[in-house]
């Protein structure tokens, strides 16, 4: 490990501990579940609120963050799957640790212990899991052969499968008393506009609530949680009847439902406080987020106090305090309670802080286009990055991120465009991404860079096209469709060959290109070529970087082969950095190389000097493959 005196900021940043918001079983509130890099991989730790302790439950070369803990607090329920392959089974191990029986609180010692949660049914995509205060398990599964399966699984019984369909689906939540099940699914053939079907254990049908009648709408609900009371059906929905989400109570047993019309602009967000009387409301209005508690007896908002920033997580516990996950992007994450109470605050080294960001409006061909900008110390122009987010469901916001941070510490410029696609702006931008995929979200980060340099925070000779996952395939595709725009381009994990994605990916991903371009490669075949980067791989001027894992589902490696390919045939400037991993790293070392790795060759191809705290990030006999 590098001595923390010499370390440079933007790798104290990757290292520096931290904890997610700590999950806590429904009739045991100090049993808690956290994940946390301490170790050096992000990994699932066991918190016993009471004697203070924390254990760590699994310990895997490729780190392990999916897990559940049973309502009794006994038992820790986790996904195993291979090297971030997100193919696997579920495991369980004991709360109190190796050759506990579930009882007593988090023992000494490290992971171990660990069975098969449910050894009657094979590996699958996870789709979702419910565990019932009765012991019973609900466990969606999904694969290329069979779709989506939904299985109740009794206390030391068989797996009883009561759902399959073809198209995407998963496990909504189960009641507080175990008798009824909601599947938020897509059999109307929308992935991004769910329906919802409450059933019985054995699978019979209670309700149906589908505000895209049958897919002729585009409004989607989601789940977000039973009422948690015994004999009490109510379920609290997520909807877009007024064009952004919102939720409402809906009781499927009478056939009701509840409109809270909460007086907030932007998406909101809620969850049961435990007792049930109110709501915990999460509202998220242009990259910010704030708490507010909701009475559902006088229908009063109150406001929760939390700092201006991004609340990236938020619990209500039984003594009415509220627990959240907090950042900005200047400020790293602390874990807060409404109490004044620092929660969990791992030891060890601390995270500096970074710039904060400025809010730019740009005019775009589908509206306003919101941007995030971070400046370094200096005058500009600046070289500059453009990092585009991933989702394309997602947005960018106010939040800390090391990775920005990085380009920042190096003297770039960053720039985060909210593109038509991206969540947080209404469900009208959201849904602005159909058929011409790729390219209109390549419109949007024009305007905006046509902004940054126009108002002198950009060197137009100096302009990074940087992103992972859908920001991954947005570089690739905008280095082909705008190549004299960017200098450089740096994508990880990427679509860069769409018709072999479409083969090679997921089942559930395979509904979602279907619904944003309108069918199959073969049903739809011109759309996918105007959409795909390969399309357009002669026309790239700009040298390229790539990484990808090879065990991704999501990206897979077989297409950015091909793409790489055809930069080869044409001898253009290109390198390339494979990983024994899935879709990204959970492991800090690795992130930390993939980063130096990327910030050294836009270095050296924009002609800058190499700060001396790289040299620890890219060791010589793991670099990537060049072609220059």
Known sequence: MTDAETMPDWEKRFRAPRVSLPDWAEDAPDHALFVSNA?????????????????????????????????????????????????????????????????????????????????????????????????????????????????????????????RHRESAGVGDLSHDGRYLVIEHTEHGDALHAALRVVDRDGTTVAELDDSEGGTKELGLAVLGFVPRDGDARLLVGHQRRGRWEPMVWDPVAGQTHDLALDLPGDVGAEWYPDGSGLLVV???????????????????????????TVSGATARPDGTVEFLWSSAAHPPALRSTSGAVVLDPPGLRAPASRPVEDVWVEGPGGRVHALVQRPDGEGPFPTVFDIHGGPTWHDSDAFAAQPAAWVDHGFAVVRVNYRGSTGYGRAWTDALKHRVGLIELEDVAAVREWAVTSGLADPERLVLTGGSWGGYLTLLGLGVQPEDWTLGIAAVPVADYVTAYHDEMEALKSMDRTLLGGTPEEVPERYAASSPITYVDAVRAPVYISAGVNDPRCPIRQVENYLERLAARRHPHEVYRYDAGHGSLVVEERIKQVGLELRFALRHLGLPESPGLASADPASAGPESRE
């Open 283 to 309: 509202h998220s209005y242009q990259a910010r987020s704030e708490l507010w508690r909701y009475d559902l007896a006088g229908g009063e908002l109150t406001r929760v106090e939390t700092p201006p920033g």
């Open 39 to 163: 170790t050096g991989t992000y990994e699932l730790y066991a918190w016993d609120r009471t004697t203070g302790q924390t254990r760590q439950v699994t310990d895997r070369p490729n780190g392990t963050t999916d897990g559940l803990l049973s309502p009794d607090g006994r038992w820790v329920w986790w996904f195993a799957d291979t090297d971030g392959d997100e193919f696997g089974v579920w495991m369980r191990q004991p709360f109190s640790g190796p050759g506990g029986d579930g009882e007593g609180g988090a023992g000494e010692g490290g992971a171990g212990g660990d069975e098969p949660a449910v050894p009657g049914l094979k590996a699958a995509y996870s789709a979702g899991l419910a565990l019932g205060r009765d012991g019973t398990a609900v466990v969606g599964r999904s694969t290329d052969e069979e779709g989506t399966t939904i299985h109740v699984v009794p206390p030391g019984g068989e797996p009883a499968e009561i759902y």
